[in-house]
C-alpha cells in the first residue's frame, strides 16, 4: 500500500491510503440515466433521516451515500479526500485544525451552505440528551470558530492526527442551520440525491440533484429506489429474477446459484469488518474476567471461519483492528479453542459450569444465528451451556444490541486505530457495547491518539490490542469480507472502497448504468 507520513497528513490535508481496496477491472467512461433498483439489508421501522442514529447500511447509503454529505470522505482507494471542505491544515501540535468549506454549495431547500451549519451540525451530537455514536469524535472540540463564510476553525483538547479522518464520520452528516428539526423530518440535504418518499423500513425514492457541485464527477442515475430486503433468501432472489439492480450481504448458501447466473455479478472485498459477540461486562456474571476468558476458549474460530463465511474471511484473535489497519498486530495469536482451559477459567471464577443466554439474528451478521448455534455445540463440552435466543430481525438494534447482556453483532471498523476504539471501546461513549473498562487501556488511547511517531503509535496500539484480546468483553472469532452483488448492467471505476459495504455505502453516487 502507497503511504504518505502522517506529518505529511498535517501539513497537505491529504491522507495515507490506509485501506487498500479490490475491485472489478474498469469499466467505460460513466453515463448518466436510468433508475437504480437496490434490495438492501439493515433496515428497521425506527429509522430516520437524523445521522447520530444510523447504525446499519441501508440509513448509512441513504443518508451519507446520497442525500447528505460529510466534510470529508474515504475515497474508493483508501485516501482521505474533501467533500464540503475542499482542504484542512492543521497547527503543528495537531490541536486546531481549520477547515476550507466548499463555495456555492446548496442544500435541498435552497439555503446556501457556509460555516455556521458545520458548527449547528457537529453540536447536535453534544447536545443535552442527544444519544449520538459520534459524541467521541466531537467532545474533544472545545471550540468551533467561524473564521469567515466557508472557514471554520476546530480546537481539541489533545492532538488528534486522524482528526480529518473523523470528519468523513457517516454520523456526521451536514444539516442546515436554524432549520435542523426540519431537515430531519424530511431528509433536507447538500447531497446529490433529494427524497421523494421514505416509507422507515420498507422503501425510500430518490431523485438527481440537478446543478450539483459534483456534476461530472459522480451521481450518474436520474433516479434512485431503495427497498427493505431483510430476508437473505428473498434479497438473492429479487436480483436473480432482475427486480433489483444490487444487494448487500450476499447469503453464501445462495452464492453458489449466484455465481452461476451470468447476469450477476458478485464484488468481495477484504477490509476490517468483524463480526462479534459483545457481553456487558457491568452484568453479572460476565464482570468477571475468567467468565471471559470461558468464553473465548469455548469458541471453535476456525469453524466459524469454515462454516459461517465459508471461507470470505479469517480468524480474528478477539482483536477490532483489522487486516487493513496500518497498526495492524499480525502477530497477536488468536485463543485456541480448549474446552479445558474453558474448565479452568470456571473454576478460577468459583464455578463448575455456566448458563448464559446468547441473542442473535441475521440482522446482527448474516449467520449470525448459525454461528451462535456452532457457539453453542463448541463451549458445552467446556462446561458453558448457551441458550441461544434468536431474536427478530426488525427492532434488533433498538432492542437487542447495547441491551441484552449477550448478543450477536457486526462491525465495518474504521479506516484507523483511533477511530475504532474512540467509536467502541473508549469508556463512556454511547457504542462501547461491552462497557469494559480497563485503567491502562483508557490511558493509551489518549497519549496515542497525539503522538505523530510512528512507531511509537505502533507500540501503543499493539499494547491496546493485547488487552482488548486478552480480558476485553467482547468475543471476536473472524474478520468477515464485505460480499455484496450487481447486476452486470452496473459499471465502476474499477476501485471499490472496502470501509463498508457497498463501495464505503456510496454505490448511488459512484456507479452507474453500462
Known amino acids: 500500500m502507497t503511504r504518505i507520513s502522517r506529518r505529511g497528513l498535517l501539513k497537505t490535508g491529504a491522507a495515507a491510503g490506509v485501506l487498500a481496496a479490490t475491485g472489478m477491472p474498469a469499466m467505460a467512461m460513466p453515463k448518466r440515466g436510468g433508475t437504480l433498483r437496490l434490495g438492501i439489508a439493515g433496515a428497521n421501522s425506527s429509522d430516520s433521516w437524523d445521522s447520530r442514529t444510523h447504525s446499519d447500511t441501508y440509513m448509512i447509503m441513504a443518508a451519507h451515500g446520497a442525500v447528505f454529505d460529510t466534510l470529508t470522505q474515504v475515497a474508493a482507494d483508501g485516501q482521505l479526500i474533501g467533500e464540503l471542505a475542499e482542504s484542512w491544515e492543521a497547527s503543528a501540535d495537531a ?33 443535552e440528551g442527544a444519544k449520538s455514536a459520534a459524541k467521541p469524535i466531537v467532545e474533544p472540540i472545545t471550540e468551533m470558530k467561524k473564521m469567515g463564510d466557508h472557514q471554520v476553525q476546530m480546537t481539541l483538547k489533545a492532538g488528534n492526527a486522524d482528526f480529518p479522518f473523523l470528519m468523513s464520520d457517516y454520523h456526521l452528516c451536514m444539516y442546515p442551520a ?9 431528509g433536507i440535504g447538500t447531497g446529490l440525491y433529494k427524497v421523494e418518499s421514505f416509507d422507515p423500513g420498507v422503501r425510500t425514492t430518490l431523485k438527481r440533484v440537478d446543478s450539483h457541485y459534483k456534476d461530472g464527477k459522480e451521481g450518474w442515475f436520474d433516479a434512485v429506489e431503495m427497498v427493505a430486503i431483510n430476508d437473505g433468501a428473498a434479497r438473492m432472489n429479487a436480483l436473480m429474477t432482475g427486480q433489483i439492480d444490487a444487494l448487500n450481504r450476499v447469503d453464501y448458501k445462495t452464492e453458489p446459484l449466484m455465481r452461476a447466473n451470468p447476469m450477476v455479478n458478485i464484488f468481495e472485498v477484504t477490509g476490517n469488518q468483524h463480526y462479534t459477540f459483545p457481553m456487558l461486562t457491568n452484568v453479572s456474571p460476565l464482570d468477571n474476567v475468567n467468565i471471559r476468558k470461558a468464553l473465548k476458549h469455548g469458541v471453535n474460530r476456525q469453524e466459524m471461519v469454515d462454516k459461517i463465511l465459508q471461507g470470505h474471511g479469517a480468524v480474528s484473535a478477539d482483536n477490532p483492528i483489522g487486516p487493513a489497519n496500518q497498526y495492524f498486530h499480525k ?16 473454576k478460577q471464577a468459583g464455578m463448575d459450569s455456566l448458563t ?23 463451549a458445552k463440552s ?10 427478530p430481525n426488525d427492532g434488533y438494534w433498538s432492542n437487542v444490541w447495547l441491551k441484552k447482556p449477550w448478543c450477536a453483532c457486526y462491525w465495518s471498523g474504521r479506516a484507523t486505530e483511533d477511530w475504532m476504539f474512540s467509536t467502541a471501546y ?9 462497557h469494559w473498562d480497563n485503567a491502562r487501556f483508557q490511558e493509551l488511547l489518549v497519549v496515542a491518539r497525539a503522538e505523530l511517531d510512528a512507531d511509537k503509535r ?6 491496546m490490542q493485547e488487552l482488548i484480546s486478552t480480558e476485553g468483553g467482547t468475543v471476536i472469532p473472524m474478520y468477515a469480507n464485505s460480499v455484496d452483488a450487481n447486476s452486470t448492467k452496473l459499471a465502476n471505476s474499477g476501485t471499490i472502497g472496502n470501509v ?10 459512484r456507479w452507474w448504468f453500462a
Do not use: C
Open 95 to 127: 490541536k486546531t485544525w481549520t477547515f476550507n468549506l466548499r463555495k456555492g454549495v446548496t442544500f435541498h431547500n435552497g439555503k446556501a451552505f457556509g460555516a455556521d451549519d458545520v458548527i449547528e451540525s457537529l453540536q447536535m451530537h453534544v447536545a
Open 178 to 186: 436554524g432549520q435542523v428539526e426540519e431537515a430531519i423530518a424530511k
Open 331 to 346: 502477530d497477536l495469536a488468536p485463543l485456541a479453542y480448549d474446552p479445558d482451559k474453558a474448565k479452568y477459567y470456571l
Open 356 to 378: 448464559i443466554d446468547l441473542s442473535a439474528s441475521d440482522a446482527g451478521f448474516p449467520g449470525a444465528v448459525d454461528a451462535a448455534q456452532l457457539y453453542q455445540a463448541s
Open 382 to 391: 467446556g462446561g458453558v451451556n448457551i441458550n441461544v435466543i434468536q431474536e
Open 426 to 434: 473508549e469508556m463512556g461513549v454511547p457504542w462501547n457495547d461491552s
Open 458 to 463: 505502533r507500540g501503543m496500539y499493539h499494547e
Open 500 to 509: 463498508f459495504q457497498m463501495d464505503n455505502g456510496r454505490i448511488i453516487e
